[in-house]
């Protein structure tokens, strides 16, 4: 967690933990048993925190420091960065742009934030699908200021990359496959890193406006790194509540996206989940999520292990990145 922001003081009340580098150390024994405890979460909330995952602290201050001095910024500043046309998927995003209850067809009013978005880091050699170029490819619109943004954003976004493999090979052992079972569906990976700011509220919100509407993720998983201290996001149970999300402090926040749930037939959730207006998130706060997308043209399609005898699979093959295209346009406030 970012060093220069308060610990978090709460306790992880009931919320799981996993040690990825215990997993790592351990046998082929060891790995199947941690892989079942994975399983267990995945088929009821999706989500856990991952500590042990190695991720240098530096790395992690750095693009914390350098996304609150971004969101610091004026806004004619920022505005410098600003993506250039609804759709586009990377640079600056300012208040009043996205509504992401959107993309489960909830009409809600913009939410509550401003955010800086990111995509790869280089285009994969030989790709030549036009759609891919100009979406997922497309060039992030860097800024200007503050100095050292880009850098510290690229040490984060490949540090990311990583971990993200390693949780996929944990994934892979939580549903009985061997470990590599993923490699090749996310070598050319189009994830994007995403630094999220939600400003001090003055003013009450419009009815059902929220600092992030709410909405399931689109892709394999998601690495999320919350302010420490902080509240506001809250996932759907299966017992049909709301229930706070705790920052945790040295480790991520991990949840499973729509294409793991659709690779799995819904053995596993993608959870629903929020950022709300309640008293204790009034005043501002950070995040950083990475959202780790299989690679463009990965057919996402039912694992057979995951089909029950007799079962069928209950959702038609897609690709990996018209489908995500297809749900970030329409979250997004179309041009006047």
Same mark, same amino acid.
């Given at each position: ?24 150390? @351990?046998? @082929?024994?060891? #790995?199947? /048993? ?21 991720? %240098?602290? %530096?790395?992690?201050?750095?693009? *914390? ?18 993506? =250039? ?16 209850? !959107? ?26 699908? /036009? ?6 490819? /497309? ?10 943004? +880009?850098?510290? *954003? ?11 493999? $390693?949780?996929? $090979?944990?994934?892979?052992? @939580?549903?009985?496959? $061997?470990?590599?079972?993923?490699? !090749? ?76 749930? +659709?690779?799995?037939?819904? #053995? *596993? ?26 690679? *463009? ?10 089909? /029950? =005898?007799?079962?069928?699979? $209950? ?11 297809? !749900? ?9």
């Amino acid at each position: 967690m970012p060093s220069d922001l308060s610990e978090n003081p709460a306790p992880a009340r009931n919320f799981p933990i996993f040690d990825l580098s215990r997993f790592e150390q @351990a046998d @082929a024994a060891g #790995r199947r /048993a941690l892989g079942a405890e994975v399983d267990a979460i995945c088929r009821s909330t999706g989500f856990l925190a991952i500590s042990g995952h190695s991720v %240098p602290r %530096p790395v992690i201050d750095a693009v *914390w420091r350098k996304a609150h001095a971004f969101f610091d910024l004026p806004a004619e500043v920022k505005e410098k960065a600003r993506a =250039p046309y609804p759709g586009y998927p990377y640079g600056y995003l300012g208040p009043g742009v996205e509504a992401l209850a !959107k993309s489960k067809g909830q009409d809600t009013p913009p939410d509550l934030k401003e955010s800086f978005n990111g995509g790869p880091l280089s285009v994969p050699e030989g790709l030549d699908d /036009a759609q891919a170029l100009a979406f997922c490819y /497309a060039a992030t619109i860097w800024p200007e200021e503050p100095a050292g943004f +880009r850098a510290a *954003w690229e040490a984060y976004y490949r540090a990311m990359e990583d971990l993200a493999g $390693r949780i996929m $090979r944990v994934f892979a052992a @939580a549903l009985d496959l $061997r470990e590599t079972f993923f490699d !090749k569906t996310i070598d050319r990976p189009v994830s994007a890193l995403r630094a999220l700011n939600y400003p001090q509220t003055h003013v009450a919100p419009q009815p059902g406006q929220l600092r992030a509407g709410a909405h399931t993720d689109y892709g394999s998983l998601t690495i999320l790194l919350p302010q420490p201290g902080s509240s506001g996001l809250q996932i759907f149970t299966p017992e049909g509540d709301w229930r706070e999300v705790p920052p945790l402090d040295g480790a991520f926040v991990i949840n499973i996206g729509d294409l793991m749930a +659709r690779w799995t037939n819904d #053995r *596993w959730v993608s959870t629903l989940h929020r950022v709300v207006n309640s008293d204790g998130s009034a005043a501002r706060r950070q995040s950083l999520a990475f959202f780790h997308q299989p690679n *463009w043209h990965q057919e996402i399609a039912c694992i057979p292990s995951c089909l /029950a =005898p007799g079962e069928s699979p $209950r959702y038609e093959p897609v690709f990996s990145g018209p489908y995500l295209m297809s !749900k970030f346009q329409a979250t997004v406030k179309p041009a006047a």
